[in-house]
């Protein structure tokens, strides 16, 4: 029987080979991937795989340029259930600034400052349910430009690198069968 890490191990590997073989070029998997980051970092828990499935379809439609929908998919999972609630707390300490900056002073709740940890804070019933929400739309969208551009390039030099043995490797079987046959 397989541990529990072997298994891990193995679907990743699987599901990193699936993205890097997919069809498409280098560029289209690698514009799957930003897309997916990117919209990973959203605030949208639950409808991020719709919205990078329609956002990669739209775009396939107005510009004729194919994003990998499955290496999009791929992306939208840096943000799972275990590794949520560090995403949207980094996203909130990054936009929670320019969003205090953003609301009127009416809008916001009084007394956040001196009990920047307490819990009221996060109420989505009360004043300061605005300034919470639009700290992590911003937040997400400032993280989410560089992450989106980190792993564009990141999967393109990988995809490169994967096209690059899968031709190394059929030159080398073709140059098995090519060899000239020696004479007696």
């Known amino acids: 029987m397989l541990s529990w890490w072997k298994v891990v191990k193995s679907k990743y590997r699987r599901a990193r080979v699936r993205i890097l073989r997919g069809a498409g070029g280098p560029e289209e998997i690698a514009a799957g991937m930003a897309l997916g980051l990117f919209i990973a970092l959203l605030p949208i828990m639950g409808l991020q795989l719709p919205l990078a ?17 499955v290496a999009a998919a791929a992306g939208v999972w840096l943000n799972n259930p275990v590794t949520a ?3 949207y707390g980094l996203c909130y300490l990054v936009g929670r ?3 205090h900056r953003l609301l009127p002073a009416s809008q916001q709740q009084a007394g ?3 009990a920047a940890f307490d819990l009221s804070a996060f109420s989505f019933s ?4 605005l300034e919470v929400m639009l ?3 911003i937040g997400g969208v400032l ?8 792993g564009y390039r990141i999967t393109y030099g990988m995809v490169v690198r994967q096209h690059q043995r899968r031709e ?8 098995r069968f090519l060899r000239p046959v020696p004479e007696v």
Do not use: D, K, N
């Not at 499935?53 to 929908?69: G, I, M, N, P």
């Not at 009360?126 to 349910?129: K, T, W, Y």
């Not at 993280?143 to 980190?150: N, Q, S």
């Not at 190394?168 to 140059?175: D, F, M, N, V, Y």
């Open 143 to 150: 993280l989410g430009v560089p992450t989106a551009w980190v």
């Open 85 to 87: 609630a560090p995403v």
């Open 53 to 69: 499935l329609f956002v990669a379809e739209v775009f396939r439609r107005v510009t004729h340029f194919q994003l990998s929908r």
């Open 97 to 99: 600034p320019i969003a």
């Open 168 to 175: 190394e490797r059929r030159a080398r079987r073709q140059a």
């Open 135 to 137: 700290g992590l739309v």
């Open 126 to 129: 009360g004043p300061g349910a």
């Open 112 to 114: 956040v400052e001196a």
